[in-house]
Structures are given as structure tokens and as C-alpha cells.
Nanobody, 119 residues
């Protein structure tokens, strides 16, 4: 059984910073990519950032230049450093991991961590 444990959310003022962490444990097999998504009240879940096993990153336009995703392969952990936070960044942030053991792909989600940015 695979578990994703997120931490680092909280309340911060606009312009502030937060760092989210997501540690994966269990029979993960080979990781394809790790990422972060978010869901604000009344809105659909959206991509924030992803990072592949090779280190290639992808960001939503709304967070480019403010957020940075990184990972520690040895610890099966992915991070999201968020800076210059805005009230519109307020959402529940979810960690996501895709792994595979040929020929099957697996997709896992964390439980979510709340990020609230006050104006």
C-alpha cells in the first residue's frame, strides 16, 4: 500500500512564502513524475507543477516565477516552494505521483493540505 503524506500548509500573508512537502512510502515501484495540484472552493482541481524522474519541470502559467518544484529521489519526496503568494493561491494543495511497474501505471494522491493567503 502506498501512502503520500503532505505537510507545510498553513496561513500566510500576501507576499509571503510557504514550502510544501510530500513523502511517499510503500511499494511505489518506478516513479514517472511527481506533482502538485490545487483546488479552490467552487473550482476544479488544477495543475500547479510537475517534475519528471529526469528532473524536467512544468508549471501553470499562474505560478511561473513564483513557485519551484523539486524532489529528493532517495526519499521519494517532492517539494513545492511557494513565494510571493497571492490571495488567489488559496486552495487545498494535493500531491500526485505516477509510477509504473510494466505494464501497469499507478496514480496516487495525497490527502491535501490547506494553503490560505490573506490580503
Amino acid at each position: 500500500q502506498v501512502q503520500l503524506v503532505e505537510s507545510g500548509g498553513g496561513l500566510v500573508q500576501a507576499g509571503g512564502s510557504l514550502r510544501l512537502s510530500c513523502a511517499a512510502s510503500g511499494s511505489i515501484f518506478t516513479i514517472n513524475y511527481m506533482g502538485w495540484y490545487r483546488q479552490a472552493p467552487g473550482k476544479q482541481r488544477e495543475l500547479v507543477a510537475t517534475i519528471t524522474s529526469g528532473g524536467l519541470t512544468n508549471y501553470a502559467d499562474s505560478v511561473k516565477g513564483r513557485f519551484a518544484i523539486s524532489r529528493d529521489i532517495a526519499k521519494n519526496t517532492v517539494y513545492l516552494q511557494m513565494s510571493s503568494l497571492k490571495p488567489e493561491d488559496t486552495a487545498v494543495y494535493y500531491c500526485n505521483i505516477e509510477s509504473y511497474r510494466a505494464p501497469i501505471r499507478y496514480n496516487y494522491w495525497g490527502q491535501g493540505t490547506q494553503v490560505t493567503v490573506s490580503s
